[in-house]
């Protein structure tokens, strides 16, 4: 068990730290004061350290104009941790901090990967000549900036010559009330991702206390056997008389810690309203504790989107991988990616994933086109779009590269084969981003007609991933289909292919379904009845067609037949409705129909535009809806506006996320535009003006970033003053522009008193501007204390009350 420290931002303001002051510049200019916050901890039970380095990347230096001095504040740090340690504890040990960018990677916003990357780079190799024992990445709400954080340590750590004994990698996630990262992921899917690149400690800090915190944990144990850190809040913040309070004691505190450590958590201090007290009481509780045994987790194939996750293999119901994202034999597909256009992709991932498809195969090889741009549009595209997890479909390494960059979870690579050349490409990138990886038995053109000439070439590619560091639960086989024009015994042999591989290896197993019937009639029929007989030879995961009527129903009929469909509950949803005096394979489906933009009513096929993130498709109904005479107001609220209230329902109950919100908002944006456009002075689109701000003293501008992106693609004027904000800015930013409504926000428990005094402000200047209050660490409670007049939770109910008080004026 180790103890790490508490708090670092709140113990520097009580020696002094002053509003707008670095707290990283202490480490060079005051390096005393911060040697001094180090020993109290280290005095009152700390094993652990925490450099004064959150802040100390380059992109959230540019704030004080020191971005050019990361080397230098974060080796300071160090410096000073390590004489803290020497004259405290010197058996303690030094974490180099890195925290947020406070910078949304792209499609969410403007940065990309490697701009990212490069930012936490610069930080750990500094941070790893300074000499830390540890690379602790807290606080981290989006799993794309971990990964490439993650990324970007490991890259540090090895070219150092460093090994995971020298410095161990921490991420530590931080999750909001509901579960779940501000962009949706859920704890175990962050740990299956993390832990797949490479993390060595997977954890959470901030945002929650140790009640919140535990589930969480525990959540986290039930995926991985990696140690397990934690550094809750010492409880949810308070306003107490207009000052920022953490509710729990360090008497209270420690205890609570005890049944994080049942949970898992071998690794356990504080964060944000914690003290030396505190961590004397948890360092007195948990070294006092037996915490309970730990579960072992057998390691199980596990792929992942941002927010979803999904195993495969024989112990688990059989998945389909939806095959109609590839434009080979497509033409019209093949033709819009070529005009740029990605509305049929879209359409098409839309469609499997209502038809039952589990994961997407993504293919973008267009005859004569590049395909490192089109996949990597794709992905963003999807990635935004559906909770599915994704299949790479590509041999071209650059996009497979791109694609496995900018992916945010646990993708599947399809596929890699024995050539040389496939293995030292393909290899390499499955390990580096943590993706499953599906070996085809072929072989410098080579195609064995036996399946057990198959099966050895299999083993072959299984040993060559295991020498570049992949697992057995990293790895899944294909049994190569060939069509049963090339030989009658051709079916049979994947078929044993199939069973020798389950024997053999166990591993999950993919097939392309359709190849069997290539040149042949009938071909649903041939693919359902050779889809049954290979679900029962050990197929676990078909690609296939969900759309295919045939293939559909023989996949679930099997599914049911063996076993995986308790009480038939799926057979009978899927087709308890059908005729059954109708002949076979004559009848259609009769099920519910499905949203399209096919509707005869304009307005339910814009609602069902941006409800599906079709930003492109949207104009053309936009102006179509114009062209025959309808109501610019009429489109504004029947159309986009009901449109938005479905996806903030969907929002509040958990079925959509942000990623998916701010896909809807865009698409209502370029609705917006089309109409002024077309019609410059259209009344609809005058819903006023809106300032946003984040408060005096506080440099994180991430959420507000969110609010406004939202309410401006809702059809607000956004006056963005930025962050750290004096509260007479904002008094005149709100006479200048005739606001009527200002949005103020504050991520830091230290700012949240500034919301009072901004608000005092703009009463004191005699505005009746209604003010709404948000950020991470404010409550209702807290914005009625500060005679808020509105609390927004997050960008929807900003948005939502952003229409209704507006509503009010008219």
Not at 102 to 115: A, E, H, I, T
């Amino acid at each position: 068990m180790y103890i790490f420290d508490g708090a670092m931002g709140t113990m520097l303001q009580a020696a002094g730290l002053e509003e707008g002051y670095c707290p990283e510049l202490f480490n060079v200019e005051r390096p005393e004061v911060v040697k001094n916050i180090h020993a109290q901890y280290l005095q009152h039970g700390s094993d652990v350290i925490t450099t004064n380095t959150f802040g100390a990347c380059s992109l959230k230096l540019e704030d004080y104009n020191l971005q050019d001095r990361v080397k230098e504040i974060n080796i300071a740090a160090v410096k000073v941790a390590k004489e803290a340690i020497a004259e405290v504890k010197p058996s303690a040990r030094v974490a180099g901090s890195m925290g947020p960018t406070g910078r949304f990677l792209q499609p969410l916003g403007n940065m990309s990967f490697d701009d990212i990357y490069d930012t936490y780079k610069e930080q750990a190799d500094a941070l790893i000549e300074g000499g830390v024992d540890f690379i602790i990445i807290e606080t981290i709400i989006d799993v794309q900036e971990m990964r490439a954080a993650l990324l970007a340590s490991l890259d540090a750590r090895n070219e150092a010559g460093k090994t995971k004994e020298d410095v161990q990698i921490i991420c530590q996630f931080s999750f909001s009330e509901d579960g779940r990262t501000i962009t949706g992921t859920p704890p175990a899917v962050a740990a299956t991702i993390v832990e797949a690149i490479g993390a060595d400690i997977i954890g959470i800090n901030c945002s929650l206390g140790p009640e919140q915190i535990t589930p969480l944990i525990e959540e986290i144990a039930s995926v991985t056997n990696l140690p397990i850190s934690c550094q809750p809040n010492a409880g949810m913040p308070q306003l107490i008389n207009k000052q920022t309070v953490f509710p729990l004691t360090a008497e209270e505190m420690g205890p609570m810690m005890l049944a994080i450590v049942d949970a898992g958590a071998s690794y356990v201090g504080g964060c944000c309203g914690t003290t030396p007290a505190h961590i004397q009481s948890i360092s007195n509780a948990v070294k006092a504790h037996i915490p309970k045994e730990r579960a072992y987790i057998e390691p199980k194939t596990i792929i992942t989107s941002r927010t979803k996750l999904l195993e495969l293999g024989h112990n688990v119901k059989p998945l389909i991988i939806g095959e109609r994202i590839n434009p080979t034999g497509r033409k019209v597909l093949a033709q819009e990616l070529r005009d740029g256009s990605f509305i049929r992709v879209k359409r098409d991932a839309l469609d499997q994933v209502e038809a039952g498809a589990d994961i997407l195969d993504v293919n973008m090889g267009v005859a004569g086109m590049d395909q490192t741009p089109l996949m990597e549009k794709a992905i963003f595209e999807l990635s935004m779009l559906v909770e599915t997890p994704l299949s790479i479909d590509t041999l071209d390494p650059a996009a497979m590269e791109v694609a496995l960059k900018n992916y945010p979870g646990r993708a599947l690579i399809n596929s890699v084969n024995g050539e040389e050349e496939s293995i030292t490409h393909v290899m390499p990138l499955a390990k580096r981003y943590g993706a499953a990886l599906l070996c085809l038995p072929l072989s410098s053109g080579d195609l064995p007609e036996k399946a057990e000439d198959r099966v050895a070439l299999a083993e072959s590619i299984v040993n060559r991933a295991y020498n570049y560091g992949l697992q057995p639960h990293d790895l899944l086989l294909d049994p190569l289909v060939l069509t049963l024009a090339s030989g009658e015994d051709s079916a049979r042999q994947t078929l044993k292919t199939l069973r020798l591989y389950k024997e053999k290896f166990g591993f999950p197993t993919v097939m392309g379904l359709s190849n069997i019937s290539f040149g042949m009639p009938q071909r649903p029929y041939l693919n359902g009845q050779f889809l049954t007989m290979a679900l029962a030879s050990g197929l676990t995961t078909p690609i296939m067609n969900p759309l295919n009527y045939a293939a559909k129903k023989a996949f679930v009929s099997s599914s049911t037949l063996l076993g995986w469909d308790p009480g038939s509950a799926e057979f009978i949803k899927e087709y308890g409705y059908e005729d059954e005096t109708t002949a076979p394979g004559n009848a259609a489906p009769k099920g519910p129909d499905k949203a399209s933009f096919d509707s005869n009513d304009p307005l339910a096929n814009i609602r069902a535009c941006v409800e599906q993130g079709e930003k492109e498709a949207i104009v053309e109904l936009v102006k179509k809806a114009l062209a025959d005479g309808m109501d610019p107001l009429d489109i504004t609220k029947k159309g986009l506006s009901e449109a938005m209230n479905v996806v903030g329902d969907k929002f509040g109950s958990g079925k959509l996320f942000l990623p998916q919100v701010m896909l809807a908002a865009e698409t209502m944006q370029a609705a917006f535009n089309t109409i002024k456009e077309i019609i410059p002075a259209s009344e609809s689109l005058d819903k006023g003006t809106v300032i946003v701000a984040t408060v005096k003293g506080d440099i994180h501008d991430l959420g507000k970033n969110i609010v406004a992106a939202l309410l401006e693609n809702n059809g607000y004027k956004i006056v963005d003053l930025g962050k750290d904000v004096d509260p007479e800015v904002i008094v005149q930013a709100i006479k200048d522009n005739k606001a009527a409504l200002v949005g103020i926000c504050s991520l830091m428990t230290t700012t949240m008193p500034q919301i009072d005094n901004t608000i005092a402000a703009i009463r004191a200047a005699g505005l009746k501007t209604k003010v709404m209050v948000g950020g991470a660490v404010v409550s209702q409670d807290y914005a009625d204390q500060a005679g808020a007049d509105i609390y927004a939770k997050d960008g929807i109910a900003a948005v939502n009350h952003a229409n209704d008080f507006f509503d009010t004026l008219k």
